[in-house]
């Protein structure tokens, strides 16, 4: 179907079909259940998960097809997400131009910085990206929102507001981002029993999104463009003597990269038009770098898991207080609470950073191929095979 | 590809449906059967609290959190009910509020624009939260009280110092009970007059960031207006650790103050700095070099140690108030916590009671209800003296205090002295203000 | 002129921190052929060893003065350090005055120790993983690190003064002849750059002029040819590895009087310090220290009025502008090798 093969598109229908179900499989548990804490399935996160692995798929189209680590991604999320709230304060509030703009924009800047630090390689071109990347946020947080010349609004962020010209919309359409009328934050709620599962406009637009550039890293992977890519990895030297300048296929690479980053900063900007310059900085070009590696570099689903992972954790795990644990263990004889409380406390909350650090080294120690490595050593197991043997039909290393 | 095709037809027609039946959308809209967002329909209320719990300010998030926690004791009757006994409305009972449980969600800023938004759409989204509050930052204040105004809940400002807050980024649903740098610069200029004279020369050092600009403009304006001269204003990158190379320059600028525009870890490194430099101990034309630092926090005071000896600031509220609001707060804090409570803690837990408290007398947590309950109250007993809502920029207008760091400290937490108390009618601005110009309030927004 | 000589001596003092930390990166990095990015949390722990042992030291019984009131007006819990009760006031207090000198005498055994267990413990264990897989567990180790610290000591920094008579500065412009007042700068500060230059020499020296230091380096080259002669080069390279969390550790222990130490000190250097070594070249010792103060003194310069004049916000960026300018014009940094790191 649509030019793959069979484990391709049974992957693509996976894909498709977990993003679509997705506000029922997030949220799992019964509203109002102590075991709420942990549904996912509101809309805000469910966007951050879908925006965060288009993010990360087009990071591990450069990353793990050709092997050149950039630290500096970040800042084409963040210029696409000004570029997108740009065209809302200008124009109008349709989000397709906005994402259109913003996807043209980071593949602008990242075919600039791309030609730049792609004449090194290996950590050489790391460091040249990350310093384009904290050149940018640096600006972007104070010199270019100066009172005469305010390209980014600095700290607060680039908003819309009641003064802006706005020159295209009209009245009756929502004041938010919208879908040719259609509110990007207009939710349905359905509740069945004491479940209640959220399907939001935004999310759906997203998912859809997510869907076709997810198709498009397949066809990109199975490709001889992907191949080439591949080849860079490996030896990209011999490459070279054979009399072929790998040159214009790794800078395709992290053009299209830059593009994904760029319409991720794009739907971030759709779904909550605001763009903050931190979504440029270091921190955040390393998180797409732990994503992807969290999740398994150069699979294909790989990203996607590593960046349901890290929002999880960000989302979930910092909002579990002690008066929510107490809640959860209030079965237990006073002493024993007190006591489980306390064991468990500098876990969640203000310590998610902690069990996030720690899961990052047990991940990486014990699952060397990241979460796809887990998932595939889990389904060896259910299928009583051998641990060495690997019969995954789903993914593939891209060496 | 035949895909895209496809896509875009649906999406049109999608388009198209959706522009025909506008006045369909309210069964798209969770909020459909509800009057406003998020309305409580069960015996319980959700607060959601949203601090810094990671990054550089998880310390005042941590004692913000604490404050919001003894705040919802007090609103269940709880505990001894701290301010709620001095507060001059009498509209809370202890029973809640309308009756219904105070119950409270968390979560974590970051000090992040983006994940202080994210945190705060999942309270609303998940959790339910009809009111949002909390953070210390500016940044973080204008991110979240923005999306309050979209998403029809109300914020309730925590920690936010910056002009723009309640200026050019006011918005009908937020409202802020802290001061703001315009406040510090009028209630600093007289006490620096009186202990400085009119003849100085400064050198600012200041925050690259909205918050730093904001303050230093309104020092120099108010400085230059007692006649001081503003030798030099530098600008300071917000990752700066190290300020030696900013501080050098001040030995020789020929300048006599200088003034730290910095907040947080950038204040406690440029001040000890400037102790190292040997600038506190320096004698220009004999008289002696003066450092001020416009945003005190006692949090950071302590960080700074020894090095806040003598140095004037302003802050919005302190533990050492002697009228019985404060010392009702400091009480009821010390002893559930054992040590006084911090400024950001002190805005928190106000901003709860007064939430609650406008609840009550508008009979709804209908956020249009409360916004009317809380535009132009006046109220005492909350420390900082009688204190006003002003309904045009949501600004609460109080005695701001001007402190020095203390000489002979008896605790770690007697860092400060209040030098004066400047009364409310100093710190007063109009609401045109010209560096609070280019906002608009806007309508407030239910949500539904 | 005097402003000049200020800015450099900003510089390589700034430099000097820079260079200490890229130096044990580099060490790690050439000996191991690992890309350690919790090299900066080791710089932090070396912080709050000072702070450590400042609260050891000030570890107090509580008496009960009647006559004083506290915040909630009951009787002022007066404490008193043990150990001024012990030695006396006067000698007690002398002895939590000098606690960060103090605190370098146990930081170095710590720090060795630490340095030996996280490479036998965990970094042994990556060798032949990729850089990617090293990158993503040292930093899972780095927050793992400074949470803890964070969760004893809170977020907020912490002042490790330096000793009464170590504070103040010096008029050094004085000395060589200039105007009083025109070249004034902090003790301690050159204390910083002394030491630095002092530990920098030392690990040269030891790498120049011992036996184990040629066998080192002789494995830094090729380690394959050093093994293959019945050397334990594995068990030299741990030991390595020791000495440059070690010098992490004494970089750290040594800015705490500096600028007060908070958890997150490690990550603000992290990522400066790797553009140090990549602007140095990696796995050259040398290039390591020359970008350092190379880096910290154009850092300095580019912090005046006049240079923020003249380009506004060049002080922003201008790391990363020289990182690139260096590195579009030579490949491999200052003096950095052929290979390495660049595939």
């Not at chain 1, 490459?239 to 971030?268: E, H």
């Amino acid at each position: 179907m649509l030019g793959l093969n069979k484990k391709d598109t049974s992957l693509l229908l996976v894909v498709a079909a977990l993003t679509l179900l997705a506000p029922f499989i997030l949220n799992p548990f019964p509203e109002g259940s102590a075991m709420a804490q942990f549904n996912a399935g509101y809309p805000d996160l469910m966007q951050r998960f879908v925006i965060f692995g288009i993010f990360a798929i087009g990071f591990n189209i450069l990353f793990g097809l050709t092997g050149y680590l950039s630290f500096g991604h970040a800042a084409f999320l963040g210029v696409g997400s000004y570029s997108a709230v740009w065209i809302f304060k200008l124009f109008t509030y349709n989000v397709l131009p906005a994402i259109a703009l913003s996807v043209v924009v980071a593949g602008l800047f990242s075919l600039l910085i791309g030609f730049v630090s792609l004449r090194r390689s290996g950590i050489y071109f790391s460091i040249l990206t990350l310093a384009f990347a904290q050149m940018s946020f640096a600006l972007a947080y104070s010199v270019l929102s100066n009172p005469r010349f305010n390209l980014t609004n600095g700290e607060t962020g680039l908003q819309v507001y009641a003064d802006d010209p706005q020159w295209f919309h009209r009245d009756g359409l929502p004041d938010l981002p919208h879908l040719f009328g259609l509110s990007m934050r207009s939710t349905y709620r359905l509740d069945l029993g004491a479940w209640s599962f959220d399907f939001n406009a935004g999310y759906y637009l997203c998912a859809v999104v997510l869907m076709v550039v997810f198709y498009l890293a397949i066809r990109i992977f199975r490709s001889p463009f992907g191949m080439m890519l591949r080849a860079v990895k490996s030896n990209q030297q011999r490459m070279n003597y054979t009399g072929l300048n790998s040159r214009p296929y790794t800078l395709a690479a992290f053009v299209i990269s830059g593009m994904y980053a760029g319409l991720a900063g794009g739907l971030m900007a759709a779904m909550d038009p605001l763009a903050g310059a931190e979504r440029m900085q270091w921190t955040a070009s390393g998180e797409v770098v732990l994503m992807t590696i969290l999740g398994g570099t150069g699979t294909l689903i790989g990203p996607v898991l590593g960046a349901g992972f890290i929002k999880y954790f960000e989302n979930i795990f910092s909002k579990i207080n002690d008066n929510v644990l107490h809640g959860w263990f209030a079965f237990l004889p006073d002493g024993m609470e007190d006591f489980v409380v306390a064991i468990i406390h500098p876990f969640i909350g203000k310590g998610w950073h902690l069990t996030l650090g720690l899961l990052f080294m047990l991940v990486v120690i014990f699952l060397p191929g990241g979460l796809v490595e887990g998932g595939q050593r889990l389904r060896n197991w259910v299928r009583g095979k051998p641990k060495t043997e690997n019969t995954s039909g789903k993914t593939e290393p891209a060496e | 590809m035949s895909n895209n095709d496809v896509t875009r037809r649906r999406v049109l027609k999608t388009g198209a449906v959706a522009g025909a039946g506008l006045a369909l959308p309210t069964i798209f809209t969770a909020q459909s059967v509800r009057a406003f967002t998020n309305e409580p329909t069960g015996s319980s209320v959700k607060l959601g609290f949203n601090v810094p719990q990671t990054n550089a300010y998880a310390d005042e998030g941590a004692d913000e959190l604490r404050a919001y926690e003894l705040a919802v004791e007090h609103l269940n009757g709880g505990g001894d009910g701290g301010m709620m006994n001095t507060f001059s409305s009498k509209a809370l009972k202890g029973n809640g509020i309308l009756g219904k449980k105070v119950e409270f969600v968390t979560g974590d800023t970051q000090t992040k624009s983006d994940a202080a938004r994210a945190s705060a759409k999942s309270m609303i989204e998940k959790d339910g939260a009809v009111m949002i509050t909390g953070g210390s930052s500016s940044g973080v204040a204008i991110a979240v009280q923005g999306l309050c105004q979209d998403a029809g809940v109300i914020f309730m400002a925590g920690l936010t110092h910056s002009n723009d807050t309640t200026g050019k980024d006011k918005k009908a649903n937020g409202f802020r009970h802290f001061f703001n740098t315009e406040m510090s610069g009028s209630a600093l200029a007289p006490i620096l007059e009186a202990n400085y004279g009119k003849d100085r020369r400064a050198y600012h050092l200041t925050a690259d960031y909205t918050w730093g600009w904001s303050q230093e403009n309104s020092i120099r304006n108010y400085t230059e207006a007692l006649g001081w001269e503003t030798v030099n204003a530098v600008k300071t990158p917000l990752a700066t650790t190290d300020f030696s190379s900013y501080i050098a320059p001040v030995l020789n600028s020929g300048a006599d103050v200088l003034v730290l525009n910095h907040y947080g870890g950038n204040m406690v490194n440029s001040l000890t700095n400037a102790v190292q430099f040997g600038l506190r101990d320096k004698q220009v034309e004999g008289r002696n070099f003066e450092i001020i630092v416009p945003l005190y926090s006692r949090l950071m005071a302590r960080g700074a140690g020894e090095n806040v000896k003598g140095i004037f600031g302003s802050t919005n509220w302190h533990w050492s108030l002697s009228d019985a609001g404060s010392q009702a707060f400091v009480k009821s804090f010390g002893e559930k916590y054992g040590f006084p409570p911090s400024q950001a803690a002190h805005t928190c837990y106000v901003q709860t009671l007064l939430y609650a408290d406008a609840v009550e007398r508008a009979g709804t947590f209908n956020p249009c209800g409360v916004a009317e309950a809380l535009e132009g109250f006046d109220f005492d007993g909350l420390g900082n003296g009688p204190t006003l809502y002003r309904a045009e920029d949501h600004q609460c207008f109080k005695d701001v205090l001007v402190v020095k760091g203390k000489e002979n400290p008896t605790s770690e937490f007697d860092l400060l002295e209040i030098v004066e108390v400047t009364p409310r009618a100093q710190v007063e601005y109009a609401v045109d203000h010209p560096d609070f110009a280019g906002g608009d309030l806007g309508q407030c927004n239910p949500g539904a | 002129m005097d402003a000049i000589l200020l800015q450099i001596l900003n510089g390589l003092d700034k430099g000097s921190a820079y260079a200490l930390i890229a130096l044990g990166l580099t060490l790690i990095f050439g000996t191991l052929g690992v890309v350690n990015f919790a090299h900066g949390a080791l710089f932090m722990i070396g912080a709050f060893c000072a702070v450590t042992l400042q609260r050891v030291l000030n570890l107090s019984f509580v008496t009960i003065d009647e006559a004083q009131k506290d915040f909630l007006g009951n009787p002022l819990k007066v404490k008193t350090p043990y150990v001024e009760a012990w030695f006396g006031p006067e000698t007690g207090a002398a002895i939590i005055d000098w606690a960060v000198p103090l605190a370098i005498l146990f930081t170095i055994p710590l720090m060795l120790a630490v340095g030996y267990v996280m490479e036998r413990g965990l970094i042994k264990h990556f060798y032949k993983r990729p850089h990617a897989d090293q990158i993503l567990v040292t930093f899972g180790l780095a927050i793992v690190l400074q949470e803890v610290v964070k969760a004893f000591y809170g977020a907020n920094p912490i002042q490790t003064p330096p000793p009464d008579v170590l504070q103040g500065s010096l008029d050094l412009g004085v000395m060589v002849g200039f105007d009083p007042n025109a070249i004034i700068y902090p003790i301690w500060r050159l204390i910083y750059f002394a030491f630095s230059v002092l530990i920098i020499g030392g690990v040269f020296a030891f790498l120049q002029f011992t036996t184990f230091g040629m066998v080192v380096r002789a494995g830094m080259a090729d380690r394959e040819t050093v093994g293959l002669l019945g050397i334990n080069i594995d068990r030299r390279f741990t030991i390595m590895f020791g000495i440059a969390a070690a010098v992490a550790g004494l970089a750290g222990v040594m800015y705490g009087p500096l600028n007060p130490p908070n958890y997150h000190m490690g990550m603000d250097f992290l990522v400066l310090s790797f553009v140090v070594v990549v602007v140095g070249g990696m796995g050259s010792l040398p290039g390591a220290v020359l970008a350092g103060f190379l880096l910290g003194i154009l850092e300095s310069f580019a912090s005046t009025t006049w240079a923020t004049t003249t380009i506004p916000g060049i002080n922003q960026i201008i790391i990363y502008l020289v990182a690139i300018i260096v590195l579009l014009t030579r490949p491999r940094g200052l003096m950095g090798r052929k290979g390495v790191m660049e595939d």
